[in-house]
Each structure stands twice: as C-alpha cells, then as structure tokens.
C-alpha cells in the first residue's frame, strides 16, 4: 500500500497488494526511514524498487531487534504536511486506525473521538454530533478542522460545523484518521483554531474485497452497507454504498434515513505521477424540532438533505525528497428545513400561522497546490499556496441579502530541522486573508528531543486566528405576520464587524513507550489563551418585535476578557496479556475568563476506558467506560438562558465471532451503546428554557441504549 502521500511508487504499492512487503506496520513508518536513505530517483523498472523496499523492510526488521520502539511508531502527516514520526512531529497527535475504528462497533465515527484525549462530544439528538476539542463550541462547532483527504468538510451554508450525519463518507472506506490535538492554523487555516481531524481514506487498490453488511437492532436500526472494487486498464477503483437508519434516541423526534454513495479512484499515469479522483454523495432526512416549543419556534420537522463532492489529487513524485500535489474539490450541500410556527392570545391579537425555514444551499471551490523537498541532509521543507470561494444561498437565514461570496487566500510553510544526533526543531508559518477581513500571520516553533529511543520530550508555541463564522457576521432571521406583515421576532441580528478571535498556545508534550506490557504514554501540558472570543448575547432590534418579551433578539460580538484553557491530557496505551489491548485517556482542564457561562462551555474533566481481548477461535470483544464532566454545549438559541448538562457515565460494548464458510469470511458482532442510566449530553437551551416556563426543570433531552447485531460477509 502506499505510503502517506506516495512515497514510493507505484510498483512498490502493487508488491504491496500482492503481499511482498509487511504493510501492516511498515505501510505508516517507511516514509520516515526514507527520508533517511540516500537520494535518488524513481526509475520504471519495478524490480528496483521492489528489491530496494525489500532491503528496507529487512533493515527496519534488523533495526526493530535492537530497538523494540521502532516497530510501533507511525508517521503522520497532519502536523506539518511533513511525513514525520510522532515523537518527531511539532504537535501531539492520536492516530486511530481503520482497524480500531470498526473495532468498537460504532455506527457513527464522531463517536469514535471520545477515545481521544482533549476530545469532547455529545449529542443532543441521536441524528447530531457536537464534536469539539476542549469544547468551548458553538451550536455548531468550527473550532476545529475536519478533513477527508485533503479536503475540508466544513459547511459554509448557515451555521458552519459539520454535518456528521450528512457526510458522504463510510466507516468501511476509512484507512485511518490523525488527530492533530492543538493549534494548527500553520498547516490548515483559520478553522485548525483548537485543532485537525484529518480521515484519510484507504486507496483504491488496497485490500480488494467485496464485502457487504447487514445491522438491525432496537430504535428502528436496519443499516445496509456494501463495498467492492475493480480494475479498468491502469486504474483501481473502490466503491462504498451505506444507507442508515434509525428512531433515534426515545422520547425525540430525531430519526435518520441516510444513503451514501462514495467512488474512488486511482490512476498511475507515470511512474512518478498518480491521479486520485473521489466522487461522493448523500442523501436522506432527520427528524428535528420539540413538540412542546415555545411558539412552535422550533416545531417537529424533518429536514431533507443532499450533499456532493468532486474531488481530485495530483501527485508528482521525481525522488523520495520531491513531491508537488495539486488538491481540486468542489462540495455542494443543499438543505430543505421548514415548519410553520403558531402565535395565539394572549401573547399576539389573533391566531397567526407563520412559515419558517431554515433552508440553504452552498458551494465551495477550493484550488491547493503544495510542493515538498529536502534542501539539505537534515532539513525537509513544505511550502504551499490555496485560494477558496464559498458561496451561500439562504434567503430567510439571510433576511437583509445574501451575503456576499467569501473567498480565502493562504500562503503556508514549514520546515523542519535535525540540527542534532537527538534534537529536531519545526518552524512554520502562514500568512491567511477572508474576504473583509485583515491579513493575519501565523506562526510556530517546536522543538523535540529524544532523551532515549522510548523517551522524547517537546515544547513549542503557536499562534492561530479563527475564520468569523458567515452567519455570525451576515446572519438576520426575521419573521413576520403574513397577514400584516407585522415583525414578530428578530432572533438573530447581523454584527458585520465582529473580529477574528486569535488564540496563543504553548505546550510541553512527553511520549513514552516501554517495552513491559508493549506500553506507549502520551502526556500534553497545555496553556491557551484566547482573545476576542465570539459569544451570542441580548440585543435591541429595530423595530422592536411584538413578541420581543418571550423571543428576545441576539447578536454576536467579541467578549474583551481573555479566555483561558490550561490543564492536562493524557493517553496510556498497553498490552498485558496475549491479545489484551487496554486504551485509557484522561483530561483534566482549568477554565477562566468571561464568565461561568464561557467557562461551562468546557467540561473540566473526560475520561475514557478500553478493553479489547481477542479469544481467538474467531472471538474477539470490547468494552469502553466514558465520563463526562458538565458542560453546558454551545450558546443555545435563547442566550440569556443558563443550562449545564450533568456529568454521566456510560458504556459501550461489542462482542464479536469471526468464522469462514466456503472460504468466505463472516463477522457476526453484537454491539450496544449508552448501556449506563439515561443522561443528557447537549442541552436545547430554548428548549430547556421553554420547559422552565412552565416549571419543569428536567433535562429536555436523554440519550438512551441502542442495542443492535451486525452481519458482514467478504468475498
């Protein structure tokens, strides 16, 4: 397979495929001991390259008996666009790979994230996701940036985040996914504020197999998936097709019928030139909306998605040092979310039945090109360009107009230095501007020092400038008597001049791996400071809405407190017994600044708890413990209204019997999510606030058990 951002060619990733070379541990570490080797470039005779690859992977397996730590480091390539060790990289990083992923049996990869240490996230509906780092996230958080090879998935339409539910992607496609956790706007933009989910898919000519599965179980589940690939001439292509559903969670109107389609494909035009192509889609519905909300303002619905995406890569390898990529995509999204909502006396003169939607479409253009290569024996160098264009549709999000286009242009670098037998040092920088917004530079240094082969320390400092949310700065919901035209509420109200928020980070990270029970601790000491933090808060409108009293109107704005996130994170990771796997992360966190309203939007301590045990004879199992601190989950579309969810505990479980029937592989799994109490996560603030009207202070909303028994056959 190759390696990340082929790094080698293309006849070694067919010796590969046809299993000459040990992908399952090398396929991560061989970039790293490339960059080691002398220079020289790639040549059209497989023969070299697979003996050379060969030579390698017995040097590596020479080197592995001296030094057990090798074997299981990885090479990432989210932190500085550099294939570069963990212990090596200018940031901490978690890797999860696809393996793992499937592993704990979760319909849903956000889920997944709450094994990452720093990671916290919730649902406030079964169909939604809130996945933030260090919380501190909106309704709809864009502290962090998601990425699919490559490419940004971030919504551009109304409220930015990502749409977790809608995304065109499938568990099964997914190689592994790199979790940059920390600033990273050096790497990939404003929205790498708190830090990087980077999914990167499996190639198309990895692992062929056609595989399909069947999943039912209690709240309505009966998922569908299938996988397959082929071959047309020089090109291998794989094709993924999912369709979810479900009830949700109970008492919720938060269904889900979703169907995903994804292709890709892989084209070798040269021995040092391949194509990747994606094309992917979704399409489907969630149930949204409280049957008891106040005006019907947030009325039972359901919401029709469809989204796209074309997406191509470019890569031209002339050495193992040189490489220039060329990223293309297109993603469109396009929304249909409408209700009507209902005003009676007392609180308006007559019965007045009020259209409402939160329809919208969206398409982002974005053009990449990036160039890689070693100026020197100990030096390697990234440097790039990207230019983006996003562009909205949302008449009745955007009362006052459309807002205008966005469009970004961004100039990055990093370079990385091995000034030292034992010492390395990472300097980078990018220079960003959004449309209307001023030109902001952000820099970062990192130096690592590897005390011993299991021991390294790092410690660095980075600076990063988050991209003003659109509906921030433009959005203007108004609503209005259809009769009179009458303005009824004013909820949001536009603030074209809010600022960017800026964040300053410094960080002391130790990476440990002992050779007892094959153990790996990563520890992250954090400081981060933020200024200018956008928070939602009262305002006056004019006119004054006629129902101002009970809907108040808001406005976005720039807080002049700094707000402070300092603490701890953690993840050990060890094996003490023959096929036994424990994963255990722990965070805990200080909040100050702004006041307790910013300081609940952060949990102050998670916790996570993994046991994976195969049985052999085909059983294999795992067992997770999740606890979350309160955390009250975003503003909420009632601001002036204070609501932290509990701390919960809860468990997830999957046990799993693999067997072989005319040399066809089949998995039967048994999986069960939220098996502690019912708790809520993500509270609905004008819910919540609806309810304490009427003097009911329950949570609004629980997640609950879902239990549910999977079937999968390999051909």
Sequence with gaps: ????????????????????????????????????????????????????????????????????????????????????????????????????????????????????????????????????????????????????????????????????????????????????RGTNSVTYGANAFLGVINIITKHSAQ??????????????????????????????????????????????NDSRRMAVLSVRADYHVTPVDELMFRVGGSSGTQGLGYPTSLFNNNGLRDAHNNDYVLHTTWTH??????????????????????????????????????????????????????????????????????????????????????????????????????????????????????????????PRAFINWQVDPGNTLRAGYARAYEQSSTYAKYGDVQAFDPATGTLLVRPYVPNPDIRQPRIDSTEIGYLGRFKPWATTLDVRLFNERIKDFMVRVPTNSAPVPALEPFIGSAIYTNIGETVTRRGIEYQLNTKPWRGGEWRFTHTIIERNGGGADIDNRTAPYTASLSWMQDWNAGWSSMLTALRMGPMSGGDGFVPIYNYTAPAYTTYDARIAYATRFDRHKIEYSLNGINLGKRHQEIADRSQQAAQALLGNFEPANFATRMVYFSVSLEM
């Design 1 to 180: 397979r190759l390696a990340p951002r082929r790094l080698y060619s293309h006849s070694c990733k067919m010796a590969a495929n046809k299993g000459l070379l040990d992908t399952s541990q090398s396929r991560l570490n061989v970039s790293a001991t490339l960059r080691t080797m002398p220079k020289h470039p790639y040549r059209k005779g497989s023969l070299v390259c697979t003996l050379s690859m060969l030579g390698l992977l017995s040097s590596m397996r020479t080197f592995a008996a001296d030094s057990p730590f090798f074997e299981d480091l990885p090479t990432v390539l989210t932190v500085s666009r550099l294939p570069q060790p963990v212990n090596e990289a200018p940031g901490a990083v978690t890797v999860l790979d696809g393996d793992f992923i499937r592993a704990t049996g979760y319909r849903d990869l956000a889920r997944v994230f709450r094994l990452v240490p720093g990671m916290q996230v919730g649902q406030e509906r079964g169909d939604s996701q809130w996945v933030t780092y260090h919380g501190l996230g909106n309704n709809f958080p864009t502290e962090m940036q998601v990425l699919v090879d490559g490419r940004s998935v971030y919504s551009p339409s109304a409220f930015g985040g990502v749409d977790w539910s809608a995304l065109p992607l499938s568990i099964d496609e997914i190689d592994r996914v790199e979790i940059m």
């Design 207 to 252: 692992e062929p197999v056609t595989r399909f599965k069947v999943t039912a179980g209690d709240s309505g589940i009966a998922d569908v998936a299938a996988t397959t690939d082929g071959h047309v001439g020089g090109m291998s292509v794989r094709v993924n097709a999912t369709y979810t559903n479900d009830d949700g969670f109970e008492d919720l």
């Design 317 to 442: 390898s002339s050495s193992i040092d040189n490489e220039w990529t060329v990223n293309l995509y297109r993603n469109h999204e396009q929304v249909k979310d409408e209700w009507t909502a209902l005003v009676t006396p007392p609180f308006y003169p007559t019965v007045t039945y009020v259209p409402l939607n939160r329809d919208r479409q969206s398409t982002r253009d974005h053009l990449e090109v990036q160039n890689r290569f070693s100026p020197g024996k100990t030096t390697q160098l990234v440097w790039g360009a990207e230019a983006r264009k996003d562009h909205i549709d949302a008449p009745f999000i955007y009362a006052s107009g459309n807002p205008p286009d966005i469009d970004l242009f961004r100039g990055f670098s990093n370079l990385e230095w091995h000034f030292a037998p034992a010492w390395r040092a990472n300097v980078g920088a990018a220079y960003e501007r959004y449309s209307g917004e001023p030109t902001n530079l952000a």
